[in-house]
């Protein structure tokens, strides 16, 4: 399983950007979520989706905000995108997509993407 995340970047207080994870190998069985880390702070998930299409918000801070996707393209490919609307200089962090098990969230993740650096401005 390789996951490679994009989308990142620098952008003004209220504004959006949407992230992407490609997911690669024998994903299909897996839940994808996205997480993020602020510097000398802990790793906090974000959403995730599972292999059926369940979605899993951990923190409180983005329902209304965030949304996450997951798009199949074939047996061995799929992409997870998290759409960020209103986004607050409290979002900025570096955002890491994962493959595991939604509900067990950080300890259920068995593979790593490397991070994309989200900034927000204010």
């Known amino acids: 399983v390789q996951l490679q995340a994009s989308g990142g970047g620098l952008v003004q207080a209220g504004g959006s950007l949407r992230l992407s994870c490609a997911a690669s190998?024998?994903?299909?069985?897996?839940?994808i979520g996205w997480f993020r880390q602020v510097p000398g702070g802990l790793r906090e998930g974000v959403l995730c989706?599972?292999?059926?299409?369940?979605?899993?918000?951990?923190?409180d801070s983005v329902k209304g905000r965030f949304t996450i996707s997951r798009v199949k393209e074939d047996n061995t490919k799929e992409s997870v995108d998290l759409q960020m609307n209103s986004l607050q200089p409290e979002d900025t962090a570096l955002y890491y997509c994962?493959?595991?098990?939604?509900?067990?969230?950080?300890?259920?993740?068995?593979?790593w993407g490397q991070g994309t650096q989200v900034t927000v401005s204010s």
């Open positions: 190998g024998f994903t299909s069985s897996y839940g």
């Open positions: 989706v599972s292999s059926a299409g369940v979605t899993t918000t951990y923190v």
């Open positions: 994962a493959a595991g098990d939604c509900v067990e969230g950080f300890y259920g993740m068995n593979y």
